[in-house]
Each structure stands twice: as structure tokens, then as C-alpha cells.
């Protein structure tokens, strides 16, 4: 499966932004779906994950309540709305897709998109 992320840009701090992650070439309501983000220096980390059905999603613990991952199957493509950003927010993000079973922060994902810069001003 193919992956293109797509909606990063430069916010203000405590604006909003919300990313986007097309899908083809397979079945996306067989993928999981997670956003990973890598800030200048730092290493990838897992932000947002949510399984096949709606109602099932994860986030680490530094954008809970801020962040809101979902996904639409009928379009192919999951989103990642973020609220009240920060600039510690600003990185390099990647949707990732994965049909393995596991936690989802930690699971092996087997495709990766190219990544969408978020700049957050503060």
C-alpha cells in the first residue's frame, strides 16, 4: 500500500492544523493506521494509532485531549486533528500502516509515508 501525507504547514501556537494520509494499492480497512513524528535531533515516536474499527485509538500521553486521530474507509485515508499546538508539536510527521497484530505504539508497521513538516511559532 501506498501512502501520502499530506496538510503540515506553519501554526501559530495554539492554533490548529489537521493532517491527512491517503491510501491505495490495498484494502485500507485491513490496515491499522498510526502517525509517528521526528523532531530535529530526536528520534521517531509514536503519536496516534487507531485499529480497524472507529472506536478503537491510542495517543501518547503528551497530545491526549489535543490530538484526535481518525479515519474515513470509505475514502482511504486517515486524519490526525491537532488542537492547541505547541511547539514542542513541531516535527516531521509520517502516517504509517500496519496489518499486524500488537499494541499499536509499538507494533511493526510495514509502510510508511514520506512525511508532512509541521512548524510550530511560538
Known amino acids: 500500500v501506498q501512502l501520502q501525507a499530506s496538510g503540515g504547514g506553519l501554526v501559530q501556537a495554539g492554533g490548529s492544523l489537521r493532517l491527512s494520509c491517503a491510501a491505495s494499492?490495498?484494502?485500507?480497512?485491513?490496515?491499522?493506521m498510526g502517525w509517528f513524528r521526528q523532531a530535529p535531533g530526536r528520534e521517531r515516536e509514536f503519536v496516534a494509532g487507531i485499529a480497524w474499527s472507529i472506536g478503537s485509538t491510542y495517543y501518547t500521553d503528551s497530545v491526549k485531549g489535543r490530538f484526535t486521530i481518525s479515519r474515513d474507509n470509505a475514502k482511504n485515508t486517515v486524519y490526525l486533528q491537532m488542537s492547541s499546538l505547541k511547539a514542542e508539536d513541531t516535527a516531521v510527521y509520517y502516517c504509517a500502516a500496519t496489518q499486524n497484530a500488537g499494541y499499536l505504539p509499538t507494533v511493526n508497521y510495514d509502510y510508511w509515508g514520506q512525511g508532512t513538516q509541521v512548524t510550530v511559532s511560538s
Open positions: 494499492g490495498g484494502t485500507f480497512s485491513r490496515y491499522r
